[in-house]
């Protein structure tokens, strides 16, 4: 199945350091009947040279969507998360947060900065599959997501 946008997969940028979970995740989005490149960093640091193109990055493709993992090594999940929201271009871009945190602070702090999502992950491997399978549903089926910036505004 492909997206709304002319038949083009949907880019997913996930910001994830536990290589476990990276794993799963791609599994489960390749299992999954959406279109989709799932494209990956490691962490914080990673993930804005991404956003914003910069150094390795400077052609990577503008995601539809952002799944971000609040404890990152060298920049957290949510300063990640304020400076996307601080940049005109990326203010729009839909950001789930995806984490282990169970934690209120974690997850006020998280909406304060506006993230579309907040997500915490199931512990079984069973149970991940089938939340990414509920979430590929939602997201990508139910939800209208905003346009991509042009490419003069990237």
């Known amino acids: 199945m492909t997206n709304h946008r002319n038949g083009d997969p949907l880019e997913i940028l996930l910001v994830e350091d536990n290589p476990g979970d990276v794993e799963l995740t791609k599994i489960a989005f ?15 640091e990673e993930a804005l ?9 400077g052609d990577a493709p503008f995601p539809d969507l952002v799944l971000l993992d609040l404890n990152l090594p060298k920049i957290d999940g949510h300063e990640v998360l304020r400076e996307i929201r601080n940049d005109d271009r990326l203010t729009r871009l839909p950001v789930v947060i995806l984490t282990s945190s169970e934690s209120q602070m974690d997850v006020i702090e998280s909406y304060e900065l506006n993230a579309n999502a907040y997500i915490t992950k199931p512990v079984t491997a069973d149970d991940f599959m089938q939340l990414v399978d509920t979430f590929e549903e939602f997201w990508f089926t139910m939800v209208r997501l905003p346009p991509k910036p042009e490419k003069g505004d990237q």
């Not at 040279?49 to 990055?57: A, K, N, P, W």
């Open 30 to 44: 390749d299992d999954g009947y959406i279109n989709n490149n799932l494209n990956v960093v490691m962490d914080g």
């Open 49 to 57: 040279d991404f956003l914003f193109q910069r150094e390795e990055y």
